[in-house]
């Protein structure tokens, strides 16, 4: 892997190809374990990782993963992204509203279809 500026794979719903260039540039010469995770040393895996997933698609990782896991990971970058923005403690405090209902409503739908 090399420091390049090419543009990282982007996973999309269905899977999809990377191209030569993106694979010599993400993918490690040598792909090993080390302490559980897939990778070579201490490299930046992004680039392998997100070309792996475009290659899956994410429609396909959700169907093997447990779709409270998916619901988890979304909240937590919601909630991320809400303490990144600056806007009235008010407007705030009704978005964050709003994303708990959702959140607690997506759950309900999770466990129900997962029950």
Request: avoid cysteine.
């Amino acid at each position: 892997m090399t420091n390049s500026q090419l543009p990282l794979p982007q996973p999309e719903l269905e899977r999809a190809g990377i191209t030569f260039d993106q694979y010599v540039e993400f993918t490690p010469e040598k792909l090993e374990l080390w302490d559980g995770y897939l990778g070579y040393g201490g490299q930046n895996q992004l680039g392998f990782h997100l070309a792996v997933l475009r290659n899956m698609g994410l429609l396909t990782a959700i169907r093997h993963t447990e779709l409270s896991l998916w619901i988890e990971a979304l909240d937590r970058h919601l909630r991320e992204k809400l303490e990144t923005i600056s806007v009235q403690p008010e407007v705030a405090e009704a978005m964050l509203n709003r994303l708990n209902r959702a959140m607690s409503d997506l759950a309900a739908v999770a466990e129900y279809l997962e029950g």
